[in-house]
């Protein structure tokens, strides 16, 4: 029973959470939730005031609609669930007749949409037994699923045509050739579903995982043996979508970004000869060729797939906040770190930064940080409202703490920058001795030569009593290796440096007694 209603809070937690992601889609494209009748709902009542409430962020929970709604009733739930479960059965109703329009849509994009709700149109003709209609739309809409390479449809309208041409019209030619498209079809569709099966089993093991994975490399050469054949005998958007990306993770894993870029380079050249905009693989590979100049140092060639990148990305979606995650590490890595925070910035007050995976907040937190860290040594103006709690940040970042070789070691590289800026002298001593076990037990490979010798530099601080003299000559050999292990050769993960150690530690000498 205990388990069963945990289920249920979660599932009436979620559902909100749904309703706002729906209210920022319809308010988004200007569409008006509607009634029953199909027009546009009327002021005043519940549903409305629900709607609004939610839309306009008056309502941030269940409880504070509930309250609102039904005052006398609060606690109950019955009416409120009800309530709820109509107005998000009204917004789905209202979100089947979105139509794409404007510019902000690729022709692939509207083809989607397009494509989609005709074949729901095809299917309720179907059902209606108005088969000479539905045909008739059937075998134009057929030439539009093969034009933009989509599989599943393609295979659907083929199976349909194939039972009216062999069953209602006994045509066996027409039949024949419908009958061995959806054959063929189904042989791509198997293909397909392989690599999007295989390139998810890579990523489950990486997304919350940043530490190098020699693994997970071998693991993607082994299943990228199992497609490239078929890459090689099908051309479709999907199948070498997902083939490039497993591809490009044989290396991207192990950090060998001269050898990644290439691969980019190959996958957007391939999605470039499309006789459409190809524009979400642009996005994908694009990013990577971002992340290969980031950590090769080629700023300016990182600048111009920027500007690119910001040219084919719809803000707010995902792959957005994903670029923009790059955007700011090419600011902070260039030194424009007032630019770095306005990305911050933008990116945390989007209203869809509220539906990103807990995984994704948690880095643009980390990132945060060190804006923080920035401000507090005078290096920018956050302009931020509030104070950075340290203790607070620990406690929301739980994911990647136990990411020990990977995004922990920049939580463990902030919380001691702040704590020797507000100069907690005596907690970095208590913490010196478990710090030490930390770089002993997960920063001892070649992967993590740089952030191991810079958290070794920041521990001579205490060794040397916080004096700046002493602590540079202490922490001289290991900033030694930092010229040794050049970000371009150090072979480690990109977002654990979040900015280049040799200016971290210009920041910090500062901080200590002279």
């Not at 957007?268 to 006789?275: N, R, S, T, V």
């Not at 990977?406 to 800026?421: D, E, H, S, T, W």
């Amino acid at each position: 029973m205990d388990l069963l209603n945990k289920h249920t809070t979660n599932w009436i937690k979620s559902t909100m959470q749904d309703i706002k992601e729906l209210a920022y889609i319809l308010n988004q494209h200007s569409l008006p939730v509607l009634n029953g009748n199909g027009h546009p709902l009327e002021k005043d009542t519940l549903l409305w005031r629900l709607y609004d409430g939610i839309e306009k962020g008056q309502f941030l929970s269940d409880e504070e609609a509930e309250l609102a709604l039904y005052p006398g009733d609060a606690g109950s739930n019955t009416k409120y669930r009800k309530l709820k479960s109509a107005l998000r059965d009204r917004m789905l109703s209202t979100v089947v007749s979105f139509e794409p329009k404007g510019g902000r849509f690729t022709d692939y994009q509207k083809a989607y949409y397009d494509c989609h709700r005709e074949w729901h149109i095809i299917k309720i003709l179907s059902g209606q037994n108005a088969n000479t209609a539905a045909m008739g739309l059937a075998v134009k809409l057929l030439k539009q699923v093969q034009k933009y390479e989509f599989t599943l449809l393609t295979m659907d309208i083929a199976a349909y045509l194939a039972y009216q041409y062999g069953l209602r019209e006994s045509n066996d030619k027409k039949f024949r050739e419908a009958n061995d498209l959806y054959t063929q079809g189904r042989l791509l569709y198997d293909a397909e579903c392989l690599a999007e099966q295989l390139y998810t089993e890579l990523m489950v093991k990486v997304v919350n995982n940043r530490a190098v994975n020699q693994e997970v490399a071998q693991l993607a050469s082994t299943y990228y043996a199992r497609i490239e054949e078929q890459m090689k005998e099908y051309h479709s958007y999907r199948l070498h979508l997902y083939g490039h990306m497993i591809s490009l993770m044989r290396y991207s894993t192990i950090n060998q970004y001269d050898v990644v870029l290439p691969i980019c380079e190959k996958a957007i050249a391939y999605f470039e000869q499309k006789p459409y905009e190809a524009r979400i693989p642009l996005q994908m590979f694009s990013y990577q060729k971002m992340i290969c100049h980031i950590q090769l140092r080629s700023f300016d060639e990182g600048k111009k797939v920027a500007n690119f990148c910001l040219s084919l990305i719809e803000e707010g979606n995902f792959n957005w906040f994903k670029y923009m995650e790059l955007y700011l590490q090419l600011a902070f890595y260039t030194q424009e770190y007032g630019h770095g925070v306005e990305v911050i910035k933008k990116a945390i007050s989007h209203p869809r930064f509220q539906f990103l995976p807990e995984n994704t907040k948690e880095l643009w937190r980390i990132y945060e940080s060190f804006a923080y860290f920035l401000s507090k040594t005078n290096q920018i103006q956050v302009g931020q409202s509030g104070k950075f709690k340290l203790n607070k940040f620990m406690n929301e970042t739980p994911i990647f703490s136990k990411d020990k070789s990977g995004m922990n070691i920049a939580i463990i590289v902030v919380r001691l920058l702040f704590l020797l800026a507000e100069k907690s002298y005596k907690q970095i001593l208590d913490e010196v001795e478990a710090i030490e076990q930390y770089c002993y037990r997960y920063l001892t490979s070649k992967n993590t030569v740089r952030s191991a010798s810079f958290i070794k530099m920041l521990l001579q601080i205490p060794h040397g009593q916080f004096d700046a003299n002493l602590v540079s000559k202490k922490a001289a050999k290991y900033r030694k290796v930092l010229d040794e292990y050049p970000l371009q050769v150090a072979n480690q993960t990109h977002e654990v440096e979040v900015i280049p150690y040799e200016e971290l530690w210009e920041m910090v000498l500062p901080l200590l007694r002279k």
